[in-house]
């Protein structure tokens, strides 16, 4: 769907994309970066709307610096930043931009009425913008980006303003554009976290520069910690601690599930093979506790970039632009 090679653009201060080479394919992919980062600027250049300084880019087959008329036909945009007209309504506002998409003024009323009710926009699509709240703002942007039925969307930033309720319904919105309609998404945010359950690819850039791109499964992959979680019983009306002390007597150290779901109740150990879960097996049935779970943890993806990896990028690359702040929040906040 988009592939870069290389690509670079320098304003006169700064280096806003650094040798850029990425390929994107189908689906939801998130781009995630600080403040700064660079993913607006990319957004903006696979659009065509602002040229490269170096390198090249190609949209669904279509060369950035040449034909972004094609490439602005067959993608939808979502801008981070506030762009909405006060005085019109969501109606008004979505028809006129179907109508510069190209479509006749019948086919762009009846897109806009599927389209407003796709994200969750009734009655209050005849009432003026002005007096729309955040996340109704959020969803007329989304809404004009998918009127003209594209084959890829670019939204930048599109949970920016919203509360936790607000952003996980956008989230859910985003992944339907691509389960319901078969459009391809490129989503971009500064937490690391949100993007989990709503992206199958996750492409990372830092001052400009690619620092990872894969799979959210990649990401995600497991661990080698072990939680177990047994029941109860009148015989051991503790059972967690029963299978705890019936490891360490056998050498098998244990944590606490601390920060885990019914914390209290898991027991967090170490699998060395095969043999570690048989001997729970066998411990749990030995005691007579029931087995209620007994899974490998899997990554967050916001554990991938761990505080001091992150600092040695900061001492090695100052073109970072965002705020230590908005750093903090982007490579911890744990989805
Ligand atoms: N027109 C411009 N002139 C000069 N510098 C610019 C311009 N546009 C962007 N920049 C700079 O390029 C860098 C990347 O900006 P960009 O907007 O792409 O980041 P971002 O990852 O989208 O962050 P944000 O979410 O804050 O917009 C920043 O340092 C920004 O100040």
């Not at 703002?137 to 004009?144: D, E, I, M, S």
């Amino acid at each position: 769907m988009i592939s870069t090679e290389s690509l670079s653009k320098r304003f006169p201060r700064v280096t806003a994309l650094d040798r850029l080479s990425v390929d994107i394919g189908p689906g939801v992919t998130g781009l995630v970066g600080a403040n700064g980062a660079g993913k607006s600027t990319l957004i903006k250049i696979l659009l065509g709307l602002s040229p490269a300084t170096e390198g090249r880019a190609d949209v669904l087959g279509l060369d950035v610096a040449t034909e972004g008329a094609a490439i602005r036909e067959r993608v939808g945009y979502m801008p981070e930043h506030d762009c909405l007209p006060p005085d019109v309504s969501a109606t008004e506002f979505v028809v006129h931009m179907a109508r510069m998409s190209g479509l006749p003024p019948t086919a762009a009323r009846e897109r806009t009425a599927d389209t407003l009710r796709h994200v969750g926009l009734y009655e209050e699509r005849y009432r003026p913008i002005g007096g729309y709240s955040t996340g109704m703002k959020q969803r007329v942007k989304l809404a004009q980006a998918l009127v003209h039925d594209p084959q890829l969307v670019f939204l930048d930033e599109p949970t920016n303003g919203l509360d936790p309720v607000g952003r996980d319904d956008m989230l859910g919105l985003i992944r339907r554009v691509h389960t319901d309609f078969g459009i391809s998404v490129l989503v971009t945010s500064h937490l690391l976290g949100e993007l989990e359950r709503t992206c199958d690819h996750v492409v990372v850039i830092d001052g400009g520069k690619l620092l990872r791109s894969s799979s959210t499964t990649d990401f995600t992959q497991t661990t080698t910690t072990l939680a177990v979680e047994v029941t109860d019983t009148d015989e051991h009306p503790d059972g967690t601690r029963a299978l705890r002390d019936a490891l360490h007597a056998r050498g098998v150290t244990t944590d606490a599930g601390g920060g885990l779901p019914g914390a209290g109740h898991t027991l967090l150990l170490t699998a060395e093979g095969e043999e570690t879960y048989d001997l729970v097996r066998d411990l749990v049935a030995d005691l007579g506790l029931g087995l209620v779970r007994m899974e490998q943890r899997r990554h967050h993806i916001a554990e991938v970039f761990r505080p001091d990896q992150t600092q040695q990028r900061e001492g090695t690359d100052r073109r970072h632009q965002g705020t230590d702040s908005e750093r903090k929040e982007a490579v911890h906040h744990g989805g």
